[in-house]
């Protein structure tokens, strides 16, 4: 069964950066394109960054374009996830997913993209 275990989260101060890194394990990591989403209190989930399986292709959110770096190291089986220039409005519970299909991360349907971790704490204050 694959798992997915993200970690670096943390409070920091507006400008500063961050870099959060997700761990697959239960599977062949280069099998999957992978995601990073976030959440905020009593909201809904919402896509942040996407990498292809072989790291080629990544896809951002407009809001995050230009200040988070997606990478993927496959010799650690882990997807990283740089952000830069922290703003309050990047306050959220960030998670990672992984699927087979660049597509179905880029799309975040929960109905489709079923693996998921648990998700780690970005406060980013003012």
């Known amino acids: 069964q694959v798992q997915l275990v993200e970690s670096g989260g943390g409070l920091v101060q507006a400008g500063d950066s961050l870099k959060l890194s997700c761990a697959l394990s239960?599977?062949?990591?280069?099998?999957?394109?992978m995601g990073w989403f976030r959440q905020r209190p009593g909201g809904v989930r919402v896509f942040v960054a996407a990498i292809g399986r072989t790291g080629r292709s990544t896809y951002y959110a407009d809001s995050v374009k230009g200040r988070f770096s997606i990478s993927r190291d496959d010799a650690k089986n882990t997807v990283n996830l740089q952000m830069n220039s922290l703003k309050p409005e990047d306050t959220a519970v960030y998670l990672c997913a992984a699927d087979g299909d660049y597509s179905t991360v880029v799309g975040g349907n929960e109905r489709y993209l079923r693996i998921w971790g648990q998700g780690t704490l970005v406060n980013v204050s003012s």
């Open positions: 239960g599977g062949t990591f280069s099998g999957y394109a």
